[in-house]
């Protein structure tokens, strides 16, 4: 115990990590007042905009004349505007009327009525929302059908929803919604990369003093762990320093509930996959078991490298495995099945927990229980490995 | 001095920093070729097809009319709709394998284009466009393809698709990867004080043998890097080093592949004596690795966190440390300032490190020269 | 040759070295003896110029200063240093250090094999030296200094964590070195060897040389003095004083007693033996030594 308090002093008096947590502070203050307020989604709450489409598409319906020649685009709007129309008048009533849960189930069938009219549509003419349509996107209509079906999901949990709902929590800004985003983004490659430069010289720093350090009465394999063990609690430490930002968006935007939606998409061939939810909370706790890991495997392969090459540079390149994945989940192709046995293939943790990975793979591989097996089944090797390694060389480290 | 050199290259050659960074470098490459095989970088079909969805987007926020009446139609949507025919050339070029098709498609479409920017409305339809910097490196691309009659590269299992990718990757790491490996150049002799502060050559000398040796590592490394790259790619796609690239120099034109290569090899030098001259001036200031690496990080990103400085302060070497979006002009379009270029990177990148180096030769040299005037002084009247 | 002329180091208001003035010629050993912290390393480090004094100056040969860094290069090539233990590259072998050595000081380098003969490191000089022993790096780094083989040499503590075999063999190399006319300067506290090989020693205290002695000159008169030590010092001073009342007696801090004769007469200086003898208590009649003159000066 005294040794592993010990070492935690050493950790937080080290001036390099000191210097990595005000960076990581510094950054996400900058992130919760500068970058998160410019958020715009692609599907809001617009009311100009319904009321745009709605008047347009009424008065065509209404000045409309069906003839022998009629153009067979025209026909085709004349059937599926009526229809599409109604949700589109619910959805304008509802504002009107401040109602946000009968709002959010007209939304619901007006984006499920949507994708099942743009995957119907035999004239190619109908589209996803244009905010899709981005120069150099390649997966525009993907991402439209993505996100169509996704929105169609939350906002019938949000029609059933007992927790107090606003725009903020439906366009989804708030504190809750915010992080789950940034954690669907660069904030796992952050908290990765920040555990190992917070671990990075955890058993090296040790050899300016070995005297000192090596006498210590307990098995190297111990001490080892324990050093892990400080590192695993340092880089929680640094998930903690989120949390002024996470006050800040919060007491702007609404914390939002724990009991939100954090959709999830089931793979099928044929646009027969089927979006469901868990709660945020779920979410949350999944997210954090799968950190851990990461966590644990990252620290572990500075342990090895540590006592394999002794050199801090060395375990520098260790953030590489944040990075592998990059080279062969490129979106356009279906990767081989086996690429899901490599624990680097769950570095977005958060697109793993959602499906989306899937979605942007078209597999149905890269499940999160196979990924929580996969990178504990990793640590525990590597764990191993550090056994035999300090056994074989009688360390000093 | 030679023998100084001879000495860090002891103490160095079995330095793991240096093993590291080498299999860092190894990694990259391996990875670059993967990498390569399972992206569409640079495709031309979905790329097109891509075009044609994000040009209709744009089309469907005009009620559709007569688009060859300039009564009725807006000057934008005449151009759009003139781009829809050139972009269906395109496609239809890659339908029929017709090289000449597609590029004539995409000379005219540029050429369209070209003329969009400056309309009014086009911050509308901007986010369906191309900037205006990406349109001109197209057109000179293709232009060039056409007047050298060089076959067009539709997928990218390709020589030049993968010198311009490994560039690109390399360019943008560069300077970092410098900086970081030089951040402890002086200070990993702090650990050595009573071994090595004796020797007998003058502070400057040392300086002189550090900056030369470790340039002779980072030349040998570039050298590694270019040869195994340029050998892999040119046994696994045919070798062709005439190939246009398309480059932003305050104007757009191309060069070939091997002018490419050679510049950038070039710029990498110059970016690494920039980047050892910098390390060497925070050590002298910042006893500490990895806040001397933390301002490396920092001088690196300015640009991309605050490109309106580059407005201004368009002298300032910060500007120019990422070759990759220096030579694509993306620095320059994002600072706006033009003179933000190849050519003013090279001077100024040189010129920095010649005042790096005087300032290296004052702080290290002059000054003690000075103080020890002045102690012979003092000295002389006790 | 070297000449120290009027050094003063003054850190902020302690001056901690005052005016200190010396020549130095070729083929001496010269011992400088002081506790910790009194400014031997500092003088070392002023004729090395890793610190530039406030006042005087260090002349070598003719006329070589520390006046600019191209002199400075100059001068070090013909001065030395022996490096700390704990500033060896861990990634490297002895010998690699050797050679680094021979190259800095190729003009006068020897060969580091015969170096590593005659200190008998040969066994473990092939090893990285992270593995090396604190006598086992003391050893390597004299064994550096050595092959650099320039003729001023300057050791810190040189003898430390040695054991007596290896103090015998280093002496003996030293007093070789120093009739090849080299001047080595060795700052200790190991007095008793010292003595056997060092030709000229300075005690330092408060920034000065309070008192030099230089083994080439015959002594002039020195005081003779009686001097016993043992366990029961306090009782044997008491017993002393009322034998003869008005006894001038001085213990030192190495337990000694020491009491000058001059001041018996030759009856008072006959019971003061006979005491001692019945006391059975060892004594001892002669001039101050080292020690004696360490504990009286460093107190």
């Keep these: 115990m005294n040794y592993l308090k010990w070492e935690l002093k050493v950790f937080f008096i080290n001036q390099k990590n000191i210097i990595l947590f005000a960076l990581l502070l510094i950054a996400s203050l900058y992130y919760c007042f500068y970058i998160a307020p410019t958020y715009q989604p692609n599907e809001a709450v617009n009311k100009g905009e319904i009321e745009a489409r709605y008047e347009e598409r009424k008065e065509f319906l209404e000045t409309v004349d069906i003839e022998n020649s009629t153009h067979y685009y025209t026909l085709f709007a004349i059937q599926i505007f009526p229809e599409w129309n109604e949700y589109d008048k619910e959805r304008l009533d509802a504002l009107e009327k401040g109602d946000l849960h009968a709002y959010a189930r007209a939304t619901q069938e007006w984006y499920l009525y949507a994708v099942e009219m743009i995957r119907t549509d035999p004239f190619d003419v109908l589209r996803f929302n244009p905010r899709y349509y981005t120069y150099g996107n390649r997966f525009a209509k993907e991402d439209g059908h993505y996100n169509y079906l996704y929105t169609a999901e939350r906002y019938g949990h949000y029609a059933i929803a007992d927790y107090k709902l606003d725009v903020n929590v439906l366009e989804e800004r708030t504190a809750l919604q915010t992080l789950k985003r940034m954690l669907e983004s660069g904030l796992p490659y952050i908290l990765l990369l920040t555990c190992l430069l917070l671990s990075n010289d955890i058993v090296m720093k040790d050899r300016k003093h070995p005297s000192m350090v090596n006498g210590f009465p307990m098995t190297p394999f111990k001490r080892i762990i324990l050093k892990g063990i400080v590192a695993l609690i340092g880089s929680l430490v640094s998930i903690i320093l989120l949390i002024p930002a996470f006050l800040i968006i919060g007491l702007r935007n609404g914390f939002g509930s724990l009991d939100l939606p954090a959709v999830t998409y089931n793979f099928a061939f044929f646009n027969n996959e089927t979006f469901e939810s868990m709660s945020m909370g779920m979410y949350l706790l999944k997210y954090l078991a799968i950190v851990l890991l990461w966590f644990m495997l990252i620290i572990g392969l500075v342990l090895l490298m540590s006592i394999l090459l002794k050199n801090e540079y060395f375990n520098l390149i260790i953030g590489v495995v944040c990075f592998v994945e990059i080279i062969y989940h490129q979106r356009g192709w279906v990767p081989k099945e086996w690429l899901s046995y490599l624990p680097t293939s769950y570095v977005q943790i958060g697109d793993v927990l959602t499906g989306y990975k899937n979605y942007t793979l078209y597999t149905d591989a890269l499940t999160p229980e196979k990924g929580f097996l996969v990178l504990l089944l990793t640590v525990i090797i590597v764990l191993l490995f550090i056994k035999v390694v300090i056994n074989k060389k009688k360390m000093t480290i | 001095m030679f023998t100084l050199m001879k000495t860090i290259f002891i103490v160095e050659r079995k330095n793991i920093k240096f093993k590291s960074i080498l299999s860092l470098i190894i990694l990259f490459i391996i990875g670059s070729f993967i990498y390569l095989e399972n992206s569409q970088f640079r495709e031309l079909e979905p790329a097109t097809a891509a075009e044609v969805v994000a040009k209709n987007a744009a089309l469907d926020l005009y009620k559709k009319t007569d688009a060859t009446d300039p009564e009725v139609a807006s000057a934008i949507y005449r151009n759009l709709n003139l781009q829809s025919t050139k972009l269906a050339l395109r496609s239809l070029g890659l339908i029929t394998k017709d090289d000449s098709i597609y590029i004539q498609g995409a000379i005219e479409l540029t050429q369209v284009r070209n003329e969009i920017y400056t309309m009014n409305g086009f911050n509308e339809v901007a986010q369906y466009m191309p900037t205006y910097r990406q349109n001109r490196l197209d057109q000179v691309f293709y232009m060039a393809i056409q007047d050298q009659n060089k076959e067009l590269l539709v997928d990218n299992s390709n020589f030049p698709t993968y010198i311009i990718l490994f560039l690109f990757v390399l360019g943008y790491s560069w300077y970092l990867l410098v900086g970081i490996f030089s951040s402890d150049i002086l200070l990993e002799e702090e650990n050595h004080q009573s071994l090595v502060k004796g020797y007998p050559f003058t502070m400057a000398t040392k300086l002189l043998a550090k900056i030369c040796s470790y340039l002779i590592f980072i030349i040998g490394l570039l050298f590694f890097t270019f040869f195994i790259t340029i050998l892999i790619a040119s046994i696994m796609y045919d070798i062709d080093l005439t190939y246009p690239v398309a480059i932003f120099n305050g104007d757009y034109f191309t060069i070939a592949i091997w002018e490419y290569i050679g510049i950038s090899f070039i710029y990498f030098i110059c970016l690494s004596l920039t980047a050892l001259t910098i390390s060497i001036v925070l050590n002298y200031y910042v006893k500490n690795l990895y806040i001397i690496t933390f301002v490396h990080f920092i001088l690196f990103f300015i640009m991309q966190l605050l490109p309106a400085t580059g407005k201004w302060l368009w002298f300032m070497p910060f500007n120019y440390f990422n070759f990759s979006t220096l030579i694509n002009g993306q620095t320059a379009e994002s600072a706006g300032n033009q003179m933000i270029r190849l050519s003013n990177g090279f001077i100024i990148l040189v010129t920095t490190f010649i005042v790096m180096l005087l300032f290296i030769y004052w702080q290290f040299y002059l000054s003690q020269i000075r103080h020890s005037n002045k102690l012979n002084r003092g000295g002389g009247k006790a | ?299």
Aim: net charge neutral; with cysteine; proline share 3%.
């Design chain 3, 1 to 299: 040759m070297i000449q120290i002329k009027n050094i003063v180091v003054q850190f902020g208001e302690r001056k901690v070295l005052n005016g200190i003035t010396k020549t130095l010629n070729p083929g001496e050993i010269i011992g400088l003896v002081a506790p910790n912290g009194t400014g031997k390393t500092t003088l070392l480090n002023v004729l090395m110029n890793y610190v530039t004094p406030n006042q005087g100056e260090v002349i070598f040969d003719k006329n070589l200063r520390y006046t600019s860094k191209k002199n400075e290069a100059k001068i070090r090539a013909q001065i030395s240093m022996m490096p700390d233990q704990s500033d060896l590259y861990n990634h490297l072998s002895g010998v690699d250090h050797l050679n680094i050595y021979r190259q800095m000081w190729s003009q006068t380098a020897i060969n580091p094999e015969e170096v590593i003969e005659r200190l008998n490191i040969a066994h473990y000089v092939n090893n990285k030296t992270y593995q090396y022993s604190l006598g086992m790096r003391q050893r390597l780094c004299l064994a550096m200094q050595i092959v650099a083989n320039t003729p001023y040499m300057l050791m810190d503590e040189v003898m430390n964590g040695l054991d007596p075999d290896n103090v015998e063999l280093i002496s003996k190399l030293l007093e070789e070195k120093k009739k090849e006319g080299k001047i080595i300067i060795i700052a200790s506290h190991l007095l008793e060897n010292l003595e056997k090989y060092a030709d000229k020693i300075f005690f330092l205290k408060n920034g000065e040389i309070i008192y030099s002695r230089d083994y080439g000159e015959t002594l002039q008169q020195e005081e003779i003095y009686l001097k016993f030590s043992s366990r029961n010092n306090t009782r044997l001073i008491e017993e002393l004083k009322e034998i003869i009342p008005g006894i001038k007696l001085k213990e030192l801090r190495n337990e000694r007693v020491i009491m000058n004769i001059e001041q018996f007469s030759t009856e008072q200086y006959i019971n003061v033996q006979e005491y001692l003898k019945k006391s059975h208590v060892t004594m001892q009649i002669g001039v101050l030594d080292l020690l004696d003159r360490y504990s009286i000066y460093y107190i």
